[in-house]
């Protein structure tokens, strides 16, 4: 059997000599023992479809034509051949036949479209009589082009039967071809990325055995036995596309791709016997008792109180799982702060704001043992705790105001979420309630109007989910509910499901099914739609009436639709009556088209009746999703059953479900049985506190999470937590009145020496004011600062959004409220916010990160609201009192809650007066020089590693 | 408490390099001594060429059929109908012309079109791409791409990688600076860091009299500014005395001075008034002007002098640039605004022999369709286009990849967007597969899963 195919002639039928693809081509005309019938024709100009390189492009553009055109090689050696034909067509579709041999290989063959050209091919013939002869048999007014002829000796007969199995056994002659020809390449070219050595297996295809082969990739089967045409690694091997070429860098040598050919005809034999498929599935297969065994998938149990030496140190249980910590490090803890440092801490730990030198006296004045703890209770009581413990959620949930598509789409209504999230905090909604609310909160319903509304607006949540791009056609919802899904799992859980997007979580056990099972419940729920560049209008949002008043909101909506529609189409005729007017009728209808314009965009600038929320509701189909391979929305695998994630026991909605299984989700993730809510939401408590978490990776409790560095202090909070009815300021309490929570800063060499990044806590760790408490102090030292909680922001009116990516929505507003109340763009940044390491819009953020730039400097430096917010400052100093002392006095209490020393009050003074002579050469007057020697000392205040950083 | 004035060191230190703009590296270092500076010098994986970037984004889609991308072909199908047009609309589309008359330029010859008559003298001088692909026919989705190798979500931007993996030769200055007047497709999402930490953000320039934010002094005293620093720095010391081994704390206290010389020093590098007439023209400008495509090159220049390590000229705007739907035309105005500043670049890096370590990269977020838009236009393209690289270790002359007859798709040495960008950080020293950022639970890079170094590039 010849199965070695080898390069033997390949021909021009018109046109000169060239190589191709590392082949010689001889020119028909001249070659010897070539005869060729037809006429010849050449168009260049044609455009090739598909394009294909310069030589061949130029060799199929010239041809041979005719109604019968034959092409016959003498002088050939006898065995077997295998051919390849090139045809062409120049203008209009032709059909005719093709022969080898005189049989009919190929029968009405459709030549297209000008420009189509096809390599048809290989058949495999004999030399009879010497000779080789390819025939093409068109209707009598029919044209067939035929461009080239490559032949190639040798290769296995093409079998009769389409279907062929794979070889089973192979011969010594198959096992001797593949030893010499395959092996090697699939070892040297393959073997790196599909051999379960490869560092990743791409495509999930293995070469390195029989088994792989057999078994194929996630493109499909390898190859079709007997077939190479059919076969995808041949087509890959002859970089056919450009998203099917392997190896991807270079084809290999045409000899190569033949001897695979050759292979796949024989019925692809070969003699590996490992099976390495079973090996890697082994080895990816997860072993679900091993996988619940993780630390945080652990039940969780109330943990033993560890023993310590110091037995009256520890005030509560907090306590002991700290010192005993520290006993087994040998290091001692800190000594208590002072009340000063203590007050200052718990103000700005919860509300973001400083104390005010009243609150800081009353507390030094009262020696009752309570006096933390009635402090703490005033602070929880105030509604400023929403406002700073609430901006810790909507960093995690990645809160913005706009829709994050290519032209960044307000979102006016999307505000009502960010206020349920500030009461939530601020009436202690209990965790579990706060977690159904957001996820299903719509289903819910509520024991009247206004509880709907509100667990309605909770599930804004899932509605602020980010928008991409600008299509229309092919909108890549995927990716937003990507984005809900890997929000919800590190939100609630702890865990990067959004791993298993493409292919099982490489660290956690959690599997593209599971992913998928997930995507079922966000499929079968109805975002609303906040508007893009080419459907700018929003739709599907919630309206929030009565139920009984839910048709009549609708029909009023329609109405008011329609009513706009009149006036609109009312505006637009009177300006077309305006174009064809003759000019002594223009004056009169110009009045009265801008009294239609008028008319119209008042009614649309008109507030409808009742509020509509961005928020999500049930889709109208509600129904399992297949997997996407790949993350592919285009390449739909199995279906899946939505169900909850399988290492939690993969709990599942019954077939059919007749709802998204959004409110099973949250029962789901709310189990008893799950430990991680409670261990995750514990860990986020106790790291706004003390500025690192027990665990410090909040969102991510997985194998690519870090430690926790107390984990039985964890598990003890986690309990404490549900204990406690899932209440949030009950945990505030339990920390902050713990001897831990109130140590200083100060810690003894050792601590420093042998714990330098104070993991253990011997002291209580110095804390930066992030970029909301450095801007609210700014204006509450300005005495400017806005308390009244934010609405909407000012939003140019919807009937008025044009955006585009050309012209995307962006806008910074101006306000003294606080800033939680700023408006959040998901593109742009706020640029204040961008400096101070803000919360990213657009991603979870679990922890703001602390960088200290020069722009943050340049800020403190220069910018107008620093420099308006020291004139302010000043200004209330100097109607404080007319001393500088008293001044200076007073500036310490308002900035660091304490009493200015006496260095620092004569270095001050001292300040004052180099900056009045300096200003006096300056030639300034008394009275000018009184406030602006004050506003310079103030503003050198408000640069101090005192003022951002908390002891 | 006297006032001892911290500031002094920094002076002195200064005083020893005498304001040698070849020295702020050492400068730098020596400041940065003993501190755990981010933005320290680092070196990269292995030994490279390129110290630099300075990375040229046109904003809009610069057709490349019209430009780099010579096309006989093109010029005689116009009017036919061939193939899909590609792009936006993915429709058959009547074919339109090239616009302008194709020549080749330098020794190597490469083909270039009567857009660029001035870049067509620097061919040497550049590695011609003319085989780019991308992934999205939108604008801020494929200018995301380019700059993040990411082009749906937020991902940093390949100057922040590139600050990232190699620190900075000035503290005195950002490490990465976009020169950016207005703002390009996907906003601020493209000069920013995203993950990787806040040193590491795009410090955007918008030219004019106050070119970054805050830069100018607000107290316009003289030497007020200097006493309330040095109250400040009296303060912070003596908190700092009780507070000992806090580096948090003098890392704070150190931004103070770095931006206190900012104030001057970046001032100095936008200001070209020092520049010679000659200099000036190379570059096309005229004195006075402190906004212009020519300043932005300029001061490019003037930045990388001074050390700053990734340096990005973005032309144009989201709303105004070459986006030529109605009018290929227009194409004229933009090619004259970019060509002259671009080559006076590329001669003036050479000769001041920074070239060969500065690595210079032209790019746009796609090309334009062969067939027409409306009557005169043509539309997105990511299938094909083209860009290039010049400089620090970049091989000259040479065009690298093919398309088809009509340049609609790559037909020879595909060049993705990855692929590009392993190749620039190739030249910067780097494995672009191990510069890596662990965040939220996984080891992100510049160029995702993908991504290959195009060696022939290399010279």
């Known amino acids: ?951 | 408490m006297n006032s001892p004035h911290s500031f002094r060191r920094r002076e002195v230190l200064r005083s020893m390099v005498g304001g040698s703009l070849l020295m702020p590296g050492v400068l730098s270092e020596l400041l940065a001594a003993g501190s755990a500076d981010p933005l320290a010098p680092k070196r990269p994986h292995f030994p490279a060429k390129a110290k630099r970037v300075i990375f040229i984004f046109c904003n809009g889609g610069v057709s490349h059929m019209d430009t780099f991308d010579p096309k006989p072909a093109l010029f005689a199908a116009d009017g036919k109908t061939m193939g899909l047009g590609g792009g936006l609309s993915n429709q058959q589309r009547v074919l339109l012309k090239p616009g302008w008359k194709f020549r080749p330029g330098g020794q190597c010859g490469t083909m270039v079109s009567d857009l660029f008559p001035k870049l067509r003298d620097m061919m040497d001088d550049i590695c011609l791409i003319r085989s780019m692909k991308g992934d999205d026919n939108e604008h801020a989705n494929a200018t995301l791409g380019m700059h993040t190798g990411s082009f749906f979500f937020s991902r940093p931007s390949i100057g922040s990688w590139v600050s990232y993996g190699l620190g900075t030769m000035n503290s005195n200055l950002p490490s990465f600076v976009a020169l950016a007047p207005q703002m390009p497709y996907a906003g601020t999402q493209i000069f920013n860091n995203d993950f990787l930490p806040a040193y590491h953000q795009g410090v955007r320039v918008v030219g004019g009299k106050e070119p970054i934010a805050d830069l100018d002094r607000r107290t316009r005293q003289k030497g007020q500014q200097e006493l309330e620093l040095g109250l400040a720095d009296v303060l912070n010391n003596k908190h700092l005395s009780t507070r000992a081994g806090d580096s948090d704390l003098s890392a704070r206290i150190r931004t103070f001075e770095t931006a206190f010389h900012m104030q001057t020093e970046a001032q100095e590098a936008f200001d070209v008034n020092k520049e010679s007439d000659a200099t000036l023209s190379m570059y096309g400008m005229k004195r006075g002007d402190n906004e212009s495509f020519g300043w932005q090159c300029i001061v490019a220049r003037r930045l990388a002098e001074r050390g700053v390590r990734f340096i990005e000229v973005v032309d144009g705007s989201s709303s105004k640039n070459w986006d030529d739907h109605a009018d290929m035309a227009k194409h004229a105005d933009h090619a004259k605004r970019i060509d002259q500043p671009i080559a006076g670049l590329l001669r003036d890096l050479k000769e001041r022999s920074m070239l060969n370590d500065t690595l210079v990269v032209w790019t746009t977020e796609f090309g334009r369709t062969p067939g027409v838009d409306g009557t005169k236009g043509r539309g997105h393209h990511s299938a094909c286009f083209s860009s290039w690289l010049a400089g620090g270790g970049v091989k000259g002359g040479l065009a690298y990849g093919a398309t088809d007859e009509i340049a609609s798709t790559v037909v020879e040495n595909k060049v993705h967007v990855h692929d590009f960008h392993a190749t620039i950080l190739h030249l910067l020293g780097f494995d672009h597969t191990k510069l890596t950022y662990r965040h939220g639970g996984r080891d992100y890079r510049l160029t995702d899963v993908f991504g290959n170094v195009i060696s022939e590039m290399l010279a």
């Open chain 1, 1 to 951: 059997m010849g199965a070695e195919a080898v390069f033997y002639r390949a021909l021009n039928l018109n046109g000169s000599a060239l190589t191709i693809g590392g082949h010689a081509w001889e020119s028909a005309a001249g070659a010897k023992d070539v005869k060729v019938s037809g006429k010849t024709f050449e168009n260049q100009k044609v455009l090739l479809k598909p394009p294909t390189d310069t030589a061949r492009t130029q060799m199929i553009r010239s041809s041979v034509w005719g109604s019968k055109v034959d092409v016959e090689l003498g002088n050939v050696p006898s065995g077997e051949f295998q051919v390849f034909l090139y045809v062409w067509e120049d203008n209009n579709n032709e059909r005719f036949d093709l022969l080898v041999n005189e049989r009919v290989v190929m029968a009405g063959f459709e030549s297209g479209t000008a420009g189509m050209w096809k390599k048809l091919g290989p058949w495999p013939c004999e030399s009879v009589g010497g000779k080789i002869k390819v025939s093409a048999h068109a209707a009598s007014h029919g044209a067939a082009n035929l461009s080239g002829l490559e032949i190639w000796s040798g290769g296995a007969a093409v079998p009769k039967l389409a279907k062929m199995p794979f070889v089973e056994t192979p011969t010594a002659d198959q096992i001797a071809f593949f030893e010499a020809k395959i092996r090697p390449v699939l070892v040297e070219h393959c073997d790196k990325c599909h051999s379960a050595k490869s560092e990743k297996i791409k495509g999930g295809l293995l070469l390195d055995s029989r088994a792989g082969v057999v078994k194929g990739g996630d493109t499909g089967p390898t190859l079709t036995p007997g077939d190479p045409a059919a076969s995808l690694i041949i087509q890959a091997l002859r970089h056919t596309s450009e998203d099917l070429a392997m190896p991807p860098k270079k084809m290999l040598p045409a000899q190569v791709i033949a001897d695979f050919e050759a292979w796949v005809r024989m019925g692809a034999p070969d003699p590996r016997t490992e099976n390495t498929v079973a090996a890697v599935q082994a080895k990816s297969t997860i072993d679900w008792s091993k996988a619940r065994d993780w630390w945080s998938f652990r039940p969780l149990a109330a943990p033993h109180l560890p023993a310590v030496q110091n037995a009256q140190w520890p005030v509560n249980d907090i306590d002991h799982f700290v010192l005993a910590k520290l006993e087994a490090a040998k290091l001692k803890p800190a000594a208590a702060a002072d009340k000063p440092a203590l007050i200052r801490r718990a103000t700005y730990d919860l509300t973001g704001l400083p104390p005010t030198p009243e609150e800081v006296a009353a507390f030094i004045a009262d020696s009752s043992p309570q006096a933390f703890a009635h402090v703490i209770d005033r602070l929880l009581d105030s509604p400023r705790y929403g406002e700073r413990w609430g901006r810790h959620w909507l960093d995690v949930v990645r809160y913005a105001d706009t829709a994050g598509d290519n032209s960044d789409y307000p979102i006016p209504q999307m505000h009502r979420y960010r206020d349920w999230v500030i009461a939530a905090f601020n009436r202690d909604l209990p965790y579990d309630e706060f977690v159904r609310d957001q996820i299903a909160g719509d289903l819910r319903g509520g024991a009247n109007d206004e509880e709907r509304y509100q667990r309605t607006l909770a599930t804004g949540y899932i509605a602020n989910s980010r928008r991409f791009g600008s299509r229309v056609e092919d909108y890549p919802q995927h990716l937003t509910i990507e984005d809900t899904i890997d929000n919800l799992g590190r939100s609630f859980l702890g865990l990067t499901v959004n791993c298993a997007r493409c292919h099982d979580h490489k660290f956690d056990p959690i599997t593209t099914q599971d992913y998928y099972a997930l995507y079922g419940i966000f499929h079968s729920t109805r975002y609303p739609w906040p508007g893009i560049e080419l459907d700018k209008k929003q739709r599907d949002l919630v309206p929030l009436v009565p139920v009984d008043k839910i048709a009549e909101a609708e029909a009023a909506r329609a109405a008011r639709e329609k009513e706009q529609a009149r006036l609109d189409k009312a505006a637009k005729s009177l300006k077309e009556e305006m174009k064809q007017a003759a000019p002594d009728k223009k004056k009169a209808l110009e009045a009265s088209l801008a009294a239609a314009e008028k008319a119209a965009k008042d009614f649309a600038r008109r507030p409808l009746p009742f509020e509509y929320a961005y928020a999500v509701a049930e889709a109208k189909k509600r129904e399992d999703v297949a997997v996407q391979q790949k993350g592919d929305p285009a390449k739909p695998g199995d279906t899946v059953r939505r169900h909850f994630l399988t290492v939690f026991g993969g709990a599942e909605l019954p077939a059919n479900s007749q709802t998204s299984g959004r409110e099973q989700l949250a029962g789901w993730i709310l189990a008893k049985e799950n430990p991680l809510p409670a261990r995750v939401m514990a860990n986020r408590i106790w790291q706004h506190h003390f500025g690192r978490g027990i665990v410090p990776t909040p969102n991510d409790f997985g194998k690519q999470g870090k430690p926790a560095t107390h984990p039985e202090l964890l598990d003890y909070l986690a309990v404490q937590f549900r204990a406690r009815g899932w209440s949030v300021k009950a945990m505030h309490r339990l920390i902050m009145l713990s001897r831990t929570y109130q140590l200083g800063t100060a810690r003894d060499e050792d601590a420093v020496a042998h714990d330098p990044t104070n993991e253990l806590l011997a002291g209580f760790p110095r804390l930066r004011l992030d970029a909301e408490s450095i801007r609210d102090t700014l204006l509450t030292l300005g005495g400017n600062l806005d308390l009244t909680p934010a609405g909407a922001h000012p939003f140019p009116p919807q009937s008025e959004w044009n955006f585009t990516q050309h012209n995307a929505f962006k806008a910074v507003y101006e306000t003294n409220r606080r800033s939680v109340y700023l408006m959040t763009q998901r593109i742009q940044r706020h640029p204040y916010l961008a400096i101070f390491d803000g919360a990213d819009p657009s991603a979870s953020t679990p922890a703001r990160p602390t960088s200290t730039t020069p722009l943050q400097a340049l800020y403190l430096l220069n910018d107008p609201f620093v420099h308006e917010q020291s004139r302010r400052f000043a200004e209330r100093l100097r109607s404080f009192s007319s001393d500088d002392t008293a001044r200076i006095q007073r500036a310490y209490e308002l900035l660091f809650a304490r009493a200015a020393q006496a260095d620092e009050i004569a270095a001050g003074k001292a300040f004052l007066a180099n900056a009045a002579r300096q200003l006096r050469e300056d030639g300034m007057s008394a009275a000018q020089i009184d406030t602006e020697s004050q506003h310079a000392y103030v503003r050198a205040l408000f640069r101090l590693n005192e003022f951002v950083y908390l002891d």
